[in-house]
């Protein structure tokens, strides 16, 4: 049974139009064969130059698309390595099409709107995106310089959080990947609250795991504040700088005004104490 009300939002937007009806062994033939072809020759039956490559990623588009049709009909089938592999062969190059890029990302978390999270099935595949480097995988283009990209940042965060919250591993091979504090730094200065909100959750989530030079600066978390009306985000940033002091308790205290602190964390302090 799939509950259709948890669909998620970033999934549903998937199209299936011209989803085929192929099953994952079928396309896996077709498309591993068409692979090693480009890789030999450098070229494919398809054509050359740029209308060759935009046809091979329309192709492997409808391929994706095919395999979201799959995935929710059968959640267990992404847990085959083979076909993960091949999933994921594109999105090993910093350089993929961000369209394909999204789409994988979509395809990978779609397992997770039907697999009960005390399942074996649900530990299984966690296990498997876990085997395939995955955490890495998607570390790796939140780290690529570019300009902001609302969807991207948000559909890879959005798995990275949910393997972190799934798995012990994920946390300690996440942690062992970001090994500077940039990477928090700089998805806390989107606008958008929906990334902040993910990342302080994720930052939660690997503190006490992350090395020294990796941990945020408090200013950077004292900001959010500052200057945010969102309660939610206000205690998420509050839950970190007590973690950061507990973590680094030379750093210098949080520099919060009177004023901010009346008007933004004593309520949520207030909230935090009610039974």
């Not at 779609?110 to 099935?121: G, K």
């Not at 296990?127 to 990209?149: F, Q, R, W, Y």
């Not at 940039?182 to 989530?205: N, P, R, V, W």
């Amino acid at each position: 049974h799939k509950p259709e009300n948890l669909v998620l939002p970033q999934i549903a937007k998937l199209s299936l139009d011209d989803a085929t009806k192929a099953s994952v062994d079928s396309n896996a033939t077709i498309k591993n064969a068409e692979i090693s072809k480009i890789e030999e020759t450098g070229s494919s039956d398809e054509g050359e130059g740029g209308d060759s490559d935009s046809q091979q990623e329309d192709e492997w588009l409808q391929f994706l698309d095919s395999q979201c049709e799959e995935t929710m009909l059968n959640p267990s089938c992404l847990s085959d390595a083979n076909s993960l592999e091949m999933i994921l062969m594109p999105i090993n190059d910093e350089n993929v099409n961000r369209e394909i890029l999204c789409r994988t990302v979509k395809l990978l978390s779609l397992p997770f709107i039907s697999l009960s999270t005390e399942s074996q099935e649900c530990d299984s595949y966690v296990g498997s995106l876990m085997d395939a480097n995955v955490p890495k995988i998607l570390l790796m283009h939140l780290k690529t310089p570019e300009e902001i990209d609302f969807e991207k940042t948000d559909v890879i965060l959005q798995l990275l959080l949910r393997l972190a919250l799934m798995n012990s591993k994920a946390c300690k091979d996440l942690a062992e990947e970001i090994n500077n504090n940039s990477f928090f730094h700089g998805l806390l200065q989107y606008e958008s609250a929906e990334i902040k909100d993910t990342s302080l959750c994720l930052l939660l989530k690997l503190l006490p795991h992350l090395n020294e030079d990796s941990l945020p600066d408090h200013e950077t978390l004292i900001e959010i504040i500052r200057k945010s009306d969102n309660s939610d985000l206000v205690e998420k940033a509050m839950l970190c700088i007590i973690q950061l002091q507990l973590r680094k308790p030379a750093n210098a205290t949080a520099d919060i005004s009177k004023q901010i602190f009346t008007d933004r964390c004593l309520p949520v302090l207030d909230n935090l104490t009610v039974t």
